[in-house]
């Protein structure tokens, strides 16, 4: 049995960047997480802040916790440069003690909603050189993953070298290589997309939808965490909508903060994601850390489907 740790070290000098201690340092955080997230309901640690963040969001109280502890962690460890949080209107640097060559993009805690009804949730990364400066597109990133605590809690991560998984074993206190290179299936029955603003989306995307619904076999799965929509499309296939809309027009998500992570790790896993005028999201250079975007991520057919409904090229 694999650890983490172990992998990471067998995948060092693999990589032109060596980014095995800064996960390693992600790896200690997301335990802690998820020993709070299974313990939510016991101390402490549910509901608000009675805070609201810089774009009026009501802080929980384990997104606060999640976002000290990363930040704390990872400007203290050695290998970051700056981080930058969902939860922070700007990005935090490291003191020049602790400078190091790396840039961390992450969501502390996503899909908010769901934190006080147990509900599948995660964190999410992504790994920059910062020799690129602070906005840069997600093809550069070096490394991206994610958290999920759900019924079982898991690590994914890649480094561009394919797509790797591991489970945590509560008892050992260890993540172990469970799912090894991760390839998501080229089709799927699976559809994920909030419906309850149907009425607000494009008329292809409702085409598309109405399509869908007449094929047998086509399901609608959609628990409002991205980290758990998405990590059942890794495993099942499926495509995963959160669309621009009329009150949105550029969509809900952040493009350099949960999009672009679950973009290069599709990637990675054989599957694509289009974005902003149904365009790689990965090619987009960010004007701001916190700009929002389209998501449409998944299947390679699937994706491949709801782009011929824009055949006008839109
Ligand atoms: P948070 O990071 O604030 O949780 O927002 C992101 C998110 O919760 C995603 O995880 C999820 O896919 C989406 O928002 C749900 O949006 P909606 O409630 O509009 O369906």
Not at 77 to 80: D, E, K, L, Y
Not at 107 to 111: F, I, S, T, Y
Not at 253 to 258: F, H, Y
């Given at each position: 049995m694999l650890t983490l740790t172990d992998y990471l070290l067998n995948e060092r000098g693999k990589t032109k960047h060596d980014v095995t201690i800064l996960l390693h340092q992600i790896e200690n955080v997301s335990k802690i997480i998820a020993s709070h997230v299974k313990a939510s309901g016991l101390i402490d640690i549910l509901g608000k802040t009675g805070k609201t963040n810089t774009f009026g969001e009501e802080v929980q109280k384990l997104d606060d916790f999640a976002n000290k502890l990363l930040i704390n962690t990872l400007l203290t460890?050695?290998?970051?440069h700056a981080v930058v949080s969902e939860e922070n209107e700007k990005p935090v640097f490291a003191t020049k003690a602790n400078d190091g060559d790396y840039i961390v993009f992450f969501?502390?805690?996503?899909?908010s909603s769901n934190i006080d009804v147990t509900c599948p949730i995660g964190t999410i990364f992504g790994i920059y050189h910062k020799s690129g400066d602070i906005l840069q597109p997600g093809k550069d990133q070096i490394a991206a993953g994610y958290i999920i605590y759900g019924s079982s809690v898991m690590f994914v991560y890649t480094a561009g070298n394919g797509v790797n998984g591991f489970t945590l074993d509560p008892a050992v206190g260890n993540f172990f290589l469970s799912h090894s290179k991760i390839t998501m299936p080229q089709d799927g029955e699976i559809y994920s997309i909030n419906e309850a603003y149907e009425h607000t989306f494009d008329k292809e995307l409702r085409a598309y939808l109405q399509h869908l619904k007449k094929k047998p076999h086509t399901a609608s799965r959609y628990v409002g965490s991205m980290v758990a929509d998405m990590h059942r499309t890794f495993i099942k296939g499926g495509i995963f909508l959160n669309p621009g809309n009329t009150s949105r027009p550029k969509g809900k998500?952040?493009?350099?903060?949960?999009v672009n992570p679950f973009a290069y790790l599709t990637e990675q896993a054989g599957g694509k994601a289009v974005g902003l005028a149904n365009k790689n999201p990965l090619l987009t250079v960010p004007e701001h850390i916190h700009d929002r975007t389209p998501a449409i991520i998944g299947s390679k057919k699937m994706v491949d489907e709801y782009l011929s409904f824009y055949k006008d090229g839109k």
């Open positions: 460890g050695g290998q970051v969501d502390p805690l996503d899909g998500l952040r493009l350099t903060i949960e």
